[in-house]
């Protein structure tokens, strides 16, 4: 973890984390549930907010950060203003993924992992999302994109400007 400074979760954060305590064994078990308010507020999981949902729950920070770098759904370094998730899971792969991949790395002139210039979008691969009856898909923030095509994907990204 690199020293970013604290960070103040919001009363309406707190209380939810406080919430989540009391519905697990263990305050431990409630860091995902708690990793999951913080970032809805901060958009990416920095280390002032690792150390905010720490405090909450009453674990030491290294125990968040865990739970922060297992998920692949936090962000634990800036990102786009949208993420685009695609999955590249075995029915994704047979339906295309990798060509719906390289088609939005194309388009987005960035590689996996990054973010546009414009910091609209933060392109990133998933191993699965569990559609796989649609696939191949992908995920733009909350929201599922199924059975996609090379046609379809321009019409997908003008929804997120």
């Known amino acids: 973890m ?16 406080e919430a989540e305590i009391v519905k697990y064994p263990t305050a431990r078990a ?12 901060h958009g990416w999981v920095s280390d002032g907010v690792i150390r905010a949902v720490a405090e909450i729950l009453g674990l030491q920070p290294i125990e968040v950060f865990e739970v922060a770098t297992f998920y692949d759904m936090f962000y634990t370094r ?7 998730r695609v999955c590249t899971n075995v029915s994704c792969m047979l339906r295309g993924s990798t060509q719906v991949m390289q088609q939005l790395r194309q388009e987005l002139a960035v590689e996996s992992g990054q973010t546009t210039e414009d910091q609209r979008f933060t392109l990133s691969e998933a191993e699965c999302l569990g559609a796989c009856g649609g696939a191949p898909m992908m995920m ?5 994109h ?3 095509n090379l046609e379809t994907l321009d019409k997908v990204l003008e929804k997120y400007e």
Do not use: F
């Open 2 to 17: 690199t020293g970013q400074g604290a960070y103040r979760l919001s009363d309406s954060v707190r209380k939810k984390i």
């Open 78 to 84: 800036p990102v786009g203003r949208h993420q685009i």
């Open 30 to 41: 409630a860091a995902k549930s708690g990793l999951r308010y913080a970032q809805a507020e």
């Open 140 to 144: 733009i923030d909350n929201d599922y």
């Open 146 to 148: 199924e059975n996609l």
